[in-house]
């Protein structure tokens, strides 16, 4: 079982379940600190048992050298302190750097986190046993200082998470990167190692792709992970997680002593189970290492509002227990807003603010196409109109000269697009990358649903590749659109499905332009596109990394131009 990804919204929660999940990838790095500590150190060992081996071998020159054999000898010595050299070079330095640099940084960030967390829950807690009698004005103050500390507990908790799954992501290639340089270089020097490097050959090359393939993937779901984290601080309350079944978070109840001890306040995590109104209290606390306590239950008859008459603490609710009669169990929310999350969810007695419900909405999907932009706008809404149109009739695609091969590019087999990799470079790692985020991307953003990208891309990867054997017979070729007639039926009620663009496209070649000419005008929808009028001309244009897409200079601007938008000069 993997690393559980870090979701930013329980960052604002703050669940044992999340100080375990963080736990865990601490846990993690500094194992690979320890097994980087350890390389080096075998290393170095290695480096001086290659010095040893050179000097037995100088003396084993010495011996030869009155045999007129001296070359044999310093040629092997001059290879062994090549060895020695690029060890050092290309595995020891590159991994001692990443142990100092990103490691380094994640403990520093660790300690940070830690610091943040004794200091909000600090403050917390004083806020909180200060007296309901006491002015407006100083409780406002106390409320506000207590709020700017949670945000800054909040933005750090989030920063934190980012970081751990940063270098998690990271260590994947800073680590294997530089053995699998050494090890080249060490085939390179021994004629057995050479014979052997080529049956390895197969494996480098893969694992060159895998190496090159995670780095692109985690440069694409870095700037995702950021982009969320950004939409999250700007309105956590609408990433909140919240469930139809059970609400969670943290109380303080109650807990009554015999006379003359009095009372005192334990900090507990709930979750509350609505359709059999169970309260599941469990005793936690975050700056005593975040031990976990015994979990007590309890069936909730009903819950008021606990007035400061009666109790000199804000927020606080009384529960009356069904499971032990004439019991009223007390417990005081955090804040306000969490107040009231709490009487809705148990039903309190009090009128509640309806929360309104936030339909977040994925723009600029639609637009792009399966293959981010397919044809010209114009004419892939005119095709899609008729194809829905129940009245329409077959529509002859080869028959019109508005239906180019951009706009009905679905037509055209994924295994038939594979097997032509050479003159369109999609291979069948760069269809996955294409297809895989678009056709199996789950409805929700989280960190989990963006790590789990990449095995989406396999999974397309594989049915392109056992399409035989998966659907049981091999693919038909296309016909010509120029020989050929394709008929598209009429489809009732086709939904839209909205895609992404792809994280990355490794394409093994790049081939320049030269010059292309724009024939339909364009406006940029993002930083890396170049807007564009008719007749504008591009210089320096290449293949981009994107399938149907170029990259060009325009007015000494260096951007994305739709293919399809430009002939080529």
Same mark, same amino acid.
């Given at each position: 079982?993997?690393?559980?990804?870090?979701?930013?919204?329980?960052?604002?929660?703050?669940?044992?379940?999340?100080?375990?999940?963080?736990?865990?990838? %601490?846990? %993690?790095?500094?194992? =690979?600190?320890?097994?980087?500590?350890?390389?080096?150190? /075998?290393?170095?060992?290695?480096?001086?048992?290659?010095?040893?081996?050179?000097? #037995?071998?100088?003396?084993?020159?010495?011996?030869?050298?009155?045999?007129?054999?001296?070359?044999?000898?310093?040629?092997?010595?001059?290879?062994?302190?090549?060895?020695? +050299?690029?060890?050092?070079?290309?595995?020891?330095?590159?991994? +001692?750097?990443?142990?100092?640099?990103?490691?380094?940084?994640?403990?520093?960030?660790?300690?940070?986190?830690?610091?943040?967390?004794?200091?909000?829950?600090?403050?917390?807690?004083?806020?909180?046993?200060?007296?309901?009698?006491?002015?407006?004005?100083?409780?406002?103050?106390?409320?506000?200082?207590? %709020?700017?500390?949670? @945000?800054?507990?909040?933005?750090?908790?989030?920063?934190?998470?980012?970081?751990?799954?940063?270098?998690?992501?990271?260590?994947?290639?800073?680590?294997?990167?530089?053995?699998? #340089?050494?090890?080249?270089?060490?085939?390179?020097?021994?004629?057995?190692?050479?014979?052997?490097?080529? /049956?390895?050959?197969?494996?480098?090359?893969?694992?060159?792709?895998?190496?090159?393939?995670?780095?692109?993937?985690?440069?694409?779901?870095?700037?995702?992970?950021? %982009?969320?984290?950004?939409?999250?601080?700007?309105?956590? @309350?609408?990433?909140?997680?919240?469930?139809?079944?059970?609400?969670?978070?943290?109380?303080?109840?109650?807990?009554?002593?015999?006379?003359?001890?009095?009372?005192?306040?334990?900090?507990?995590?709930?979750?509350?189970?609505?359709?059999?109104?169970?309260?599941?209290?469990?005793? &936690?606390?975050?700056?005593?290492?975040?031990?976990?306590?015994?979990?007590?239950?309890?069936?909730?008859?009903?819950?008021?509002?606990?007035?400061?008459?009666? $109790?000199?603490?804000?927020?606080?609710?009384?529960?009356?227990?069904?499971?032990?009669?004439?019991?009223?169990?007390?417990?005081?929310?955090?804040? +306000?807003?969490?107040?009231?999350?709490?009487?809705?969810?148990?039903?309190?007695?009090?009128?509640?603010?309806?929360?309104?419900? !936030?339909?977040?909405?994925?723009?600029?999907?639609?637009?792009?196409?399966?293959?981010?932009?397919?044809?010209?706008?114009?004419?892939?809404?005119?095709? $899609?109109?008729?194809?829905?149109?129940?009245?329409?009739?077959?529509?002859?695609?080869?028959?019109?000269?508005?239906?180019?091969?951009?706009?009905? =590019?679905?037509?055209?087999? !994924?295994?038939?697009?594979?097997?032509?990799?050479?003159?369109?470079?999609?291979?069948?790692?760069?269809?996955?990358?294409?297809?895989?985020?678009?056709?199996?991307?789950?409805?929700?953003?989280?960190?989990?649903?963006?790590?789990?990208?990449?095995?989406?891309?396999?999974?397309?990867?594989?049915?392109?590749?056992?399409?035989?054997?998966?659907?049981? !017979?091999?693919?038909?070729?296309?016909?010509?659109?120029?020989?050929?007639?394709?008929?598209?039926?009429?489809? @009732?009620?086709?939904?839209?499905?909205?895609?992404?663009?792809?994280?990355?496209?490794?394409?093994?070649?790049?081939?320049?332009?030269?010059?292309?000419?724009?024939?339909?005008?364009?406006?940029?929808?993002?930083?890396?596109?170049?807007?564009?009028?008719?007749?504008?001309? &591009?210089?320096?244009?290449?293949?981009?990394?994107?399938?149907?897409?170029?990259?060009?200079?325009?007015?000494?601007?260096?951007?994305?131009?739709?293919?399809?938008?430009? /002939?080529?000069?």
């Amino acid at each position: 079982m993997g690393l559980h990804p870090l979701e930013f919204s329980e960052s604002y929660l703050d669940s044992p379940a999340f100080r375990d999940k963080i736990k865990a990838h %601490e846990a %993690e790095l500094d194992k =690979t600190g320890r097994f980087i500590k350890e390389l080096y150190k /075998d290393g170095k060992n290695l480096i001086n048992a290659t010095k040893q081996l050179s000097l #037995a071998q100088k003396k084993f020159a010495q011996c030869l050298g009155e045999f007129k054999f001296e070359y044999i000898g310093d040629a092997k010595t001059d290879d062994e302190k090549c060895i020695g +050299e690029n060890i050092t070079e290309t595995l020891m330095k590159p991994l +001692e750097k990443f142990r100092k640099e990103h490691l380094g940084s994640a403990k520093a960030e660790r300690k940070r986190y830690e610091k943040e967390t004794e200091k909000y829950y600090s403050s917390l807690e004083k806020l909180l046993n200060i007296s309901a009698k006491k002015k407006e004005p100083q409780l406002q103050e106390a409320d506000m200082s207590v %709020e700017a500390m949670r @945000q800054h507990f909040q933005e750090s908790s989030l920063e934190y998470v980012c970081k751990l799954q940063e270098i998690q992501e990271r260590k994947k290639f800073e680590c294997v990167e530089p053995m699998l #340089a050494f090890f080249q270089t060490v085939f390179t020097f021994y004629h057995q190692g050479y014979e052997l490097a080529k /049956d390895f050959d197969h494996y480098k090359k893969a694992l060159q792709i895998n190496i090159q393939n995670t780095r692109s993937r985690f440069e694409g779901t870095r700037s995702e992970v950021y %982009e969320l984290m950004k939409r999250i601080k700007e309105s956590p @309350q609408e990433y909140r997680q919240t469930s139809p079944i059970s609400s969670e978070g943290y109380l303080y109840v109650q807990e009554k002593r015999p006379p003359p001890f009095g009372s005192s306040w334990v900090k507990r995590y709930c979750t509350f189970v609505k359709e059999q109104k169970i309260l599941h209290m469990k005793t &936690f606390d975050q700056r005593s290492g975040g031990k976990l306590g015994e979990t007590e239950s309890v069936t909730i008859k009903s819950c008021v509002r606990k007035t400061t008459d009666t $109790l000199d603490r804000r927020f606080c609710l009384d529960i009356e227990i069904t499971d032990r009669p004439s019991t009223v169990l007390t417990v005081q929310a955090l804040s +306000e807003d969490d107040y009231r999350f709490w009487m809705h969810a148990m039903g309190g007695k009090e009128s509640v603010t309806s929360i309104t419900k !936030h339909v977040f909405i994925f723009t600029g999907i639609n637009d792009q196409g399966l293959y981010r932009v397919v044809g010209v706008s114009s004419k892939v809404q005119k095709l $899609l109109s008729l194809m829905i149109d129940e009245k329409s009739s077959e529509i002859d695609l080869a028959a019109s000269e508005d239906w180019d091969v951009k706009t009905i =590019t679905n037509n055209k087999q !994924h295994s038939d697009v594979a097997a032509n990799s050479k003159q369109n470079l999609m291979t069948v790692a760069n269809l996955g990358v294409v297809f895989g985020p678009t056709l199996m991307r789950p409805q929700e953003e989280t960190v989990a649903a963006i790590m789990d990208l990449k095995f989406q891309n396999i999974v397309v990867e594989i049915l392109i590749e056992q399409h035989e054997k998966i659907f049981g !017979h091999a693919p038909s070729s296309s016909p010509s659109l120029a020989t050929a007639h394709l008929f598209a039926p009429t489809r @009732q009620s086709k939904r839209l499905s909205r895609q992404n663009r792809p994280l990355a496209v490794y394409n093994p070649q790049v081939v320049t332009l030269m010059k292309a000419k724009a024939v339909y005008p364009c406006e940029a929808e993002h930083d890396s596109e170049l807007s564009f009028q008719v007749g504008a001309i &591009f210089h320096d244009v290449t293949l981009s990394r994107e399938p149907g897409w170029l990259e060009g200079v325009l007015e000494g601007k260096r951007g994305l131009i739709p293919e399809n938008y430009v /002939d080529i000069l």
